[in-house]
């Protein structure tokens, strides 16, 4: 089954996001536990903190921990004074501060070591003080001393223990000893394992809601943006089947809206030339038409005797033939040039010699008409990187068009210079004259304006168009403009050979 855009990034949009939201899930699952734990063991190192000015004073009144030695009640008497005690974590019952002064060398009765205690830091009831039914080891079962070196004064020292945790006890500026607790293992009270419970059923919980918040805007997302792809494609098939008339909608600055441009463009593009191929097939069929009408008409009134068979005649229907010859010729070479189909055999070309050959060519069909040819070059030498065929084709349809449509007794200018790094021809000649809308359209195909352009001078109205092809190809320019001579202006510009 082939999918849609629509449920391409649909799916993609949800995959993404689902495994982003499980990730999380089970990172923050992984971690609750370990944070929690990390938390309340923060927690009792603060607490820890307050016992550390107590146990400084005592060994600056005693010199040494033997008296906490030999008598650990003292240890636990002076935690309870430190410490605030919470109802599930008392160390022992028992006087309050006011009974301060017992800590002072004759111990507190009633406390002790407590009783039940087991390696530290192992998770278990206890009996002893702080310890009750459902409790863990009581915050003070945990607490271990060390002197100076670090050799257990008092309590049991995790094998595991981070020495990074232990806490200075300082007095008259020097480390007297260190005071620590047995880190938390794991969790026993009923409380906290259901809040832990809770927390990762609420994870659970999260994630489901994520996926479906997450499903939904994956959809209405790609629903947007399908949208207009999806009118982007109907207006290509629209084209494709000949609509050129279809336009889309271009909001927004996005590829998609930059999309919409480019085939509204295309659109325009295919359009125009559609007209253009009409216009063009139209003209070629008339003026095909025209040749071959007057040559049917004229055989036909030979064949039935109205006019004559003699050489009169015969070369009327010659210049006919003639005539539809050129056009056929020209319009292979328009088409051959449009296709780039032309062999192009580029190498260096002397461009002041093709350009004095030309215009010496023309003295004989200019002489005729009387015409003026008037030619300006340069000392420089021009040499240009083309083909030497092609430019004596160019050459030669400029001046048979300023030659065959240029008034009897008129005049043609042909200058040849250089500006920077191009060879620039102008060809200038007199009446008559064009317009500057006619001049835009002087290289179409079978353009020819009303008033002097027209079959009887003989062109077949492609010799500009196949111009143009010829110096595009060369990387040149060429463009027609009213001339100050009252005629045509056509200027061609081509890279000199580097």
């Known amino acids: 089954m082939k999918l849609k855009l629509i449920h391409k990034l649909l799916i993609a949009m949800f995959v993404c996001t689902t495994v982003v939201l499980v990730l999380i899930t089970l990172v923050t699952r992984a971690s609750i536990g370990r944070g929690f734990m990390d938390f309340l063991q923060n927690q009792e190192r603060n607490r820890l903190e307050l016992l550390v000015p107590e146990l400084a004073t005592w060994y600056a009144e005693h010199g040494s921990w033997e008296e906490l030695v030999d008598d650990p009640r003292q240890f636990y008497y002076l935690m309870f004074l430190a410490i605030p005690q919470e109802a599930e974590t008392r160390l022992a019952p028992g006087p309050g501060r006011g009974q301060r002064e017992g800590r002072r060398g004759q111990g507190f009765p009633g406390a002790g070591p407590p009783a039940g205690r087991g390696p530290a830091g192992e998770q278990r009831l206890g009996n002893g003080p702080g310890g009750g039914p459902g409790g863990r080891i009581a915050f003070g079962q945990r607490v271990f001393l060390l002197d100076a070196a670090k050799a257990p004064v008092i309590g049991e020292v995790p094998a595991d223990f981070d020495e990074n945790y232990l806490l200075p006890v300082e007095a008259d500026g020097q480390v007297a000893g260190w005071l620590g607790i047995a880190l938390i293992r794991n969790f026993s009270l009923p409380e906290e394992e259901a809040f832990i419970s809770r927390l990762r059923d609420n994870l659970l919980l999260g994630l489901g809601i994520g996926l479906a918040v997450a499903a939904l805007l994956a959809w209405l ?34 590829e998609i809206a930059r999309l919409s441009e480019d085939v509204n463009r295309l659109s325009a593009a295919l359009g125009e030339h559609e007209a253009v191929r009409k216009r063009v097939m139209s003209d070629i069929a008339h003026e095909l038409r025209t040749p071959l009408a007057i040559i049917s008409g004229e055989l036909e009134a030979m064949s039935d005797g109205i006019r004559p068979l003699d050489k009169t005649q015969l070369n009327s229907v010659h210049d006919e033939v003639r005539h539809l ?16 189909a032309l062999a192009y055999k580029m190498a260096p070309v002397n461009f002041n010699d093709l350009v004095q050959l030309a215009i010496d060519s023309f003295a ?11 030619y300006t070059g340069t000392d420089r030498t021009i040499s240009l990187h083309g083909d030497e065929k092609r430019l004596r084709q160019l050459l030669h349809n400029l001046l048979d068009n300023s030659v065959r449509y240029t008034d009897a007794g008129g005049r043609i200018s042909v200058a040849l ?67 100050p001579d009252g005629g045509l202006l056509i200027t061609t510009t081509l890279p000199l050979d580097s």
């Open 325 to 340: 010859a050129v056009l056929v010729d020209d319009l292979h070479n328009l088409a051959m040039t449009d296709a780039g």
């Open 364 to 374: 004989g069909p200019a002489n005729e008409k009387n015409l003026d040819i008037e």
């Open 417 to 483: 210079s250089t500006r920077g790094q191009l060879a620039r021809l102008l060809i200038s000649d007199s009446a008559p004259g064009a317009s500057v809308e006619e001049c835009e359209h002087m290289f179409e195909r079978l353009y020819r304006m009303e008033a002097s352009r027209n079959r009887n001078s003989g062109g077949s109205g492609l010799g500009l168009a196949i111009c143009r092809n010829i110096v595009e190809a060369h990387g040149g320019q060429i463009d027609a403009q009213p001339g």
């Open 221 to 254: 997302l790609a629903r947007h943006l399908s949208r207009p792809i999806k009118a982007v494609a109907e207006g290509i098939r629209s084209v494709a089947g000949g609509d050129f008339a279809t336009r889309l909608e271009t909001g927004g600055s996005d």
